[in-house]
């Protein structure tokens, strides 16, 4: 985790690509703790591995870092949680930056750039 001056997962640069956490990477029904994180969503994690294979890199975007008084707990519960289970500790911030080229995120709505139009075509 990078420090409150400097949020960037990857301070040296390179393009990065975000993953949330809860309900994109990991199963969440519902808050249960600070240090619980739920069982892995094999699709995502595969993929995630897959691009770490390939030499992308890879962040975790989650808001469970966004408060500073919390961190203490809720890092080492996610970095543990990344090593378990995708095999070593992922970046954690939860804050974009202009290398970040993708965020995988359950409560994204895709727009198609200036327009304001949702890119799934569903109604507002
Ligand atoms: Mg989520």
Redesign the pocket.
């Known amino acids: 985790m990078s420090t409150e001056k400097d949020l960037r997962p990857f301070p040296n640069g390179g393009e990065w690509i975000g993953v949330?956490l809860?309900?994109?990477l990991a199963h969440y029904d519902g808050w249960v703790s600070v240090t619980h994180i739920g069982e892995p969503i094999p699709l995502m994690l595969e993929r995630v591995k897959r691009w770490l294979r390939d030499g992308k890199q890879v962040a975790i975007v989650t808001a469970r870092v966004s408060n500073p008084k919390r961190r203490g707990e809720t890092l080492p519960a996610i970095q543990a949680w990344c090593l378990e289970h995708v095999g070593e500790v992922l970046p954690v911030t939860h804050a974009k930056d202009y290398d970040m080229i993708e965020l995988w995120?359950?409560?994204a709505v895709q727009v198609i750039p200036n327009t304001g139009k949702r890119a799934d075509g569903a109604e507002e």
């Open positions: 949330d809860d309900s994109t995120d359950d409560r």
